[in-house]
């Protein structure tokens, strides 16, 4: 793939050549996808990524805090969930200085330690590009149209919205309350 000069810079993350969001079943590489990212642009000075794994324990919010997680089934609706990050990522590049995204979410039947989410943030500073994958992450759990059901030894239950996101989320002046 050839670098593109450092003078070359995207409008509004326009990214030439470059998928933004995928919803997929397939485990992903995140080693390959930073490399994808980082390699659009010479003017990139820093890549932040993160990655979200399926935890063995239910969260502190559950019936029951601690209960063993067997499996976590993740459902979307197709086309709608994709416009939905795509439209976060656009939000992403009007709040901070960065250059390219990247974020893969999957979808289906997942067992604990299996990955489920990664985005990946490129710019020309450390600082923007924290902020950015800190931003989209954020706006992923609250707003990207995703169903969760954890399945445990007491049985299969749907995962609520929770209000530590909602709070997280708001803290960049997005009030949108999810949890009841």
């Not at 080693?31 to 980082?38: D, G, I, K, L």
């Not at 995204?101 to 450390?126: F, N, Y």
């Not at 609250?142 to 954890?150: C, G, L, Y």
């Amino acid at each position: 793939m050839a670098l593109r000069s450092p003078s070359f810079r995207r409008s509004r993350g326009a990214e030439v050549g470059a998928r933004r969001v995928s919803i997929q079943t397939e485990d992903f590489d995140v080693s390959h996808e930073v490399r994808a990212v980082q390699e659009q642009d010479l003017g990139v000075g820093a890549v932040t990524s993160f990655v979200g794994t399926v935890r063995d324990r239910l969260g502190g919010a559950a019936a029951d805090p601690g209960a063993a997680v067997q499996r976590l089934e993740l459902e979307h609706y197709p086309g709608m969930t994709e416009a939905a990050i795509e439209a976060m990522i656009d939000q992403a590049f009007a709040r901070f200085d960065i250059r390219a995204t990247r974020v893969i979410h999957r979808v289906g039947p997942l067992d604990p330690g299996e990955q489920i989410v990664l985005v990946v943030v490129a710019s020309a500073h450390r600082g923007e590009s924290f902020k950015a994958c800190e931003f989209l992450m954020d706006y992923l759990k609250t707003q990207a149209p995703f169903w969760k059901k954890e399945h445990t030894p007491r049985g299969a239950h749907w995962v609520d919205a929770r209000v530590s996101d909602d709070k997280a989320l708001a803290r960049w002046g997005i009030v949108a309350p999810n949890a009841s």
